[in-house]
């Protein structure tokens, strides 16, 4: 099996879009336990922009340059390592690993899975990181009830999309937080009862009076600094609020007073350690793979740019103008 060369996008620095290149690396043999891949389409996500910026992401802290972002993708099996069992060349399979932008890479075997029925390469490149993501937050760290209340910022989102649509299926009153009219239009054809516009209203305040003062059993925030704490405010008591993502910074330190007359719970997950084992990680892609058959989430593509146009790609999405999900394509 001969070094691949394929194209790819590196970054030498910290930085905005500017500092991703496109070239070419040389992909070489798969080792003892890996596959080699060769990509049809390649998950764009928040995690992406926040460790090219040097932030979270989905990369160890002191990853050497140059770097290689991104975490999930689909294709084929192009050759195979040896040990690896339940795999074969030409095989359509999906992953979670870091060093996603190239058109060919390397994969654990342990990280990878054959494509899931009800799933095409450029759906789960798309939607498997953030399927997988809504499967723990729905399922296992909060387990929705029939009947619960829960509260999705960025509803309008490729994530705030399937948790939405996801957790109404559960049974749940969802409402939601977006920017714009035309965001809020796309959250309630997702899955929301109520979507609030947060540039025009106070979501405390209306999340108050849609739940008639209750307030809700969970809030799943993906934004951070900008709507935390004032979600406290909108949880029941015995609530949860859920950081999975900072958009607008990091949640700074507060005074662990405010969880005290409601006794809520606050909690700062990761996928990484939802998904820590081979058995984990096909469990919980098969509970979002059956939930796509059955209809409680569609997934979508809503934006496919050329992997040369991932500069572009970024800058899109950084602009919070973007709605549902996107993939680049080698």
Not at 11 to 24: A, D, F, L, N, T
Not at 147 to 174: C, F, T
Not at 201 to 215: K, N, P, S
Request: proline residues 6%.
């Amino acid at each position: 099996m001969p070094v691949l060369r394929t194209p790819a996008v590196l970054v030498h620095r910290h930085g905005g879009p500017e500092v991703m290149e496109y070239g070419q690396i040389d992909v070489a043999e798969p080792g003892p336990g890996e596959l080699r891949i060769v990509q049809q389409a390649i998950g764009l996500n928040f995690a992406d922009v926040y460790q090219r910026q040097g932030g979270h992401g989905p990369h160890a802290q002191g990853t050497p340059f140059p770097l290689l972002l991104g975490s999930q993708g689909a294709g084929v099996v192009e050759s195979i390592g040896d040990g690896v069992r339940g795999f074969h060349i030409g095989q359509s399979v999906t992953y979670l690993h870091p060093g996603a932008y190239a058109g060919a890479r390397l994969v654990p075997a342990q990280r990878a899975l054959p494509l899931p029925l009800g799933l095409s390469p450029q759906t789960a490149a798309a939607s498997l990181l953030r399927g997988m993501t809504a499967e723990y937050l729905l399922h296992r760290l909060f387990a929705v009830q029939r009947g619960d209340r829960i509260l999705v910022h960025a509803a309008a989102g490729g994530m705030g999309q399937i948790l939405s649509a996801w957790g109404r299926s559960l049974g749940a009153e969802v409402i939601g937080t977006v920017g714009s009219a035309a965001k809020r239009a796309v959250a309630l054809e997702h899955g929301c009862h109520h979507a609030i516009n947060y540039r025009e209203e106070d979501f405390v305040a209306r999340v108050r009076e849609i739940t008639e003062g209750e307030g809700v059993a969970v809030v799943y925030d993906a934004v951070g600094r900008d709507v935390f704490l004032p979600s406290l405010d909108c949880l029941r008591p015995r609530g949860m609020a859920i950081n999975y993502g900072t958009a607008s910074g990091d949640v700074q330190a507060f005074d662990l007073q405010r969880l005290h007359a409601k006794s809520l719970t606050v909690c700062r997950p990761t996928l990484r350690s939802f998904t820590s084992t081979p058995e984990e990680l096909r469990q919980s892609a098969e509970t979002y793979a059956e939930a796509v058959r059955r209809g409680a989430v569609q997934p979508e593509v809503d934006r496919s740019y050329a992997l040369r146009d991932v500069q572009r790609a970024h800058a899109e999405l950084e602009s919070r103008q973007t709605t549902g999900a996107a993939i680049l394509v080698p």
